[in-house]
C-alpha cells in the first residue's frame, strides 16, 4: 500500500491563479480530510468527507472546494488563491467516523501564493 | 472555537535527559491523541488515549489523559537523536451529531536533542 498520496510536493501560485491539490488513498478508508498548518498554529481543519458523495466544512473552509467522487480521491480546489492561504497542507484518511486513532497523514504539499 | 494550549513552544536538550510536555484546554475532550512529525513529512500518531485518568506506554514514551478531560501530558525518557521533531497534541472534542471526527490540534513542541 502506498498509504495516503499528495501531489504536488511543492507549489508556488499567483494571486488569483487557481489550482488543484491532490489526494489519494489505497487503503480503502471512509473518511478524508484537508488541514493546513501554519508556523505558530496547530493544524487546522479546512473540509472534510465521510465517504463519496458527502463532503463537510471544517474550521477554516472559506477560498477552498472539496468534492468526492471516489472513495480513493479527495482533492482540494483554491478557486483563486490569496497570498493568506500560504501554508503547508496535508491530507489524511481513516477507515470510518471516531477512528481518529487510526489516521493517517500525507507528506504535505507546500503552497506558496505571490 | 476551542483551542488547545501546547507547552513549552521548544526545547533544546542534551541526549539522555527526559522530557516533558502538556497540553491544557478550557473545554473536555474525549479522546487525546500525541503526534510527532518530521521535517518535509505529514504528523505520524504515537499515541492515543480515549478515558480520563488512561496512562499509556509507546517505548520510551508515556503519555496521560487529565482527569479532568482537558488536559495530557507527552513524557519521553532518555532521549535520543533522533526524538527530534514537533511534537502535536490533539483533542477530540464530545461528539455532538452530525457527520464530523473535528480534531483540535496544539501549536506543537520542538525538540532538539544534541548528541
Known amino acids: 500500500n502506498a498509504g495516503v498520496t499528495q501531489t504536488p510536493k511543492f507549489q508556488v501560485l499567483k494571486t488569483g491563479q487557481s489550482m488543484t491539490l491532490q489526494c489519494a488513498q489505497d487503503?480503502?478508508?471512509?473518511?478524508m480530510s484537508w488541514y493546513r498548518q501554519d508556523p505558530g498554529m496547530g493544524l487546522r481543519l479546512i473540509h472534510y468527507s465521510v465517504g463519496a458523495g458527502i463532503t463537510d466544512q471544517g474550521e477554516v473552509p472559506n477560498g477552498y472546494n472539496v468534492s468526492r467522487s471516489t472513495t480513493e480521491d479527495f482533492p482540494l480546489r483554491l478557486l483563486s488563491a490569496a497570498p493568506s492561504q500560504t501554508s503547508v497542507y496535508f491530507c489524511?484518511?481513516?477507515?470510518?467516523?471516531?477512528?481518529?486513532?487510526?489516521?493517517?497523514f500525507g507528506p504535505g504539499t507546500r503552497l506558496t501564493v505571490l | 472555537g476551542q483551542q488547545l494550549n501546547q507547552s513549552p513552544q521548544s526545547m533544546f536538550i542534551q541526549e539522555g535527559e527526559d522530557v516533558s510536555m502538556n497540553c491544557t484546554s478550557s473545554?473536555?475532550?474525549?479522546?487525546w491523541l500525541w503526534y510527532k512529525q518530521e521535517p518535509g513529512e505529514g504528523p505520524v500518531l504515537l499515541i492515543a488515549?480515549?478515558?480520563?485518568?488512561e496512562l499509556t506506554s509507546n517505548g520510551r514514551l508515556t503519555a496521560q489523559f487529565g482527569i479532568t478531560r482537558k488536559d495530557s501530558f507527552l513524557n519521553i525518557s532518555a532521549s535520543i537523536p533522533s526524538d527530534v521533531g514537533i511534537y502535536f497534541c490533539a483533542g477530540q472534542p464530545p461528539f455532538y451529531g452530525g457527520a464530523t471526527n473535528k480534531l483540535i490540534f496544539g501549536t506543537g513542541t520542538l525538540l532538539a536533542v544534541q548528541p
Open positions: 488515549l480515549y478515558k480520563a485518568g
Open positions: 487503503m480503502n478508508h471512509e473518511y
Open positions: 489524511a484518511s481513516e477507515p470510518s467516523r471516531g477512528r481518529t486513532d487510526t489516521q493517517y
Open positions: 473545554s473536555i475532550f474525549n479522546t
